[in-house]
């Protein structure tokens, strides 16, 4: 068990919809990533927060947007959900603002499968 | 640029080693990264190398790190079918900022009797 918790598990949706996912880090922990894992793209860097601000953004669509919350818990929305945004979403945590060393540990994933 | 590459598949029997291979691009990378992917589940973080190291060893694995050939290696010993899985290498550039892991495609290692 890494710590981090990812809820829901599984997501089924359709077309058009919006979702949130959540996740808590580690106990401790000040940053949150959001990685995207898709078969015809692999693991993507979406964003990352550190306690609470908005700190690195990589290949995340302006439909999506994400936050860190003062209890530390960060939240992706997915809207206008499109069938390519079927993956499954991992959310990494670390004490540090970067991710080096020994804290790169992730969650267990929320599978969103849109149909 | 940031790239990671791996050959995607690897079938071994039981009891022999495996070696699972990548390449990286960033030579800025300090760390460099094997995880471990089971079917439906999340990422596990096996081992990781610091660049200033060639070699580091955690009871049957071994990962070898080439610097100058930015090639990294991860040799598992006596593998095990509980070893099947997809097995990522991964990279932390200073050019994100060491903010983001790259990730390569996977490797999906099957191992047979």
């Known amino acids: 068990d890494s710590g981090v918790t990812q809820t829901p598990k599984h997501l089924i949706t359709a077309t058009g919809q919006r979702v949130t996912l959540r996740c808590s880090p580690r106990s401790g922990d000040l940053s949150v990533y959001w990685y995207q894992q898709s078969l015809d793209q692999g693991l993507q860097f979406l964003i990352q927060?550190?306690?609470?601000?908005?700190?690195a953004k990589g290949n995340i669509l302006e439909r999506f947007s994400a936050q860190q919350f003062p209890d530390l818990h960060s939240e992706l929305n997915l809207s206008s959900l499109e069938l390519g945004d079927s993956a499954l979403y991992f959310c990494?945590?670390?004490?540090?603002?970067?991710?080096?060393?020994?804290?790169?540990?992730f969650g267990q994933g929320t599978r969103l499968t849109v149909v | 640029g940031e790239d990671v590459e791996q050959s995607l598949f690897l079938s071994v029997r039981e009891g022999d080693s495996s070696v699972i291979n990548c390449t990286y691009t960033d030579s800025s990378s300090t760390y460099l990264y094997w995880y471990k992917q089971e079917p439906g589940a999340g990422l596990q973080l096996l081992t990781y190398i610091f660049s200033n190291m060639d070699m580091k060893q955690d009871q049957r694995l071994t990962v070898l790190l080439n610097k100058k050939d930015k090639h990294l290696s991860l040799r598992i010993a006596d593998t095990q079918t509980g070893d099947s899985a997809i097995y990522f290498c991964?990279?932390?550039?200073?050019?994100?900022?060491?903010?983001?892991?790259?990730f390569g495609a996977g490797t999906r290692l099957a191992v047979h009797p």
């Open positions: 990494a945590s670390s004490p540090q603002p970067g991710q080096g060393g020994t804290e790169a540990f």
């Open positions: 927060y550190y306690n609470g601000e908005e700190r």
């Open positions: 991964a990279e932390i550039p200073l050019s994100g900022g060491y903010n983001k892991l790259i």
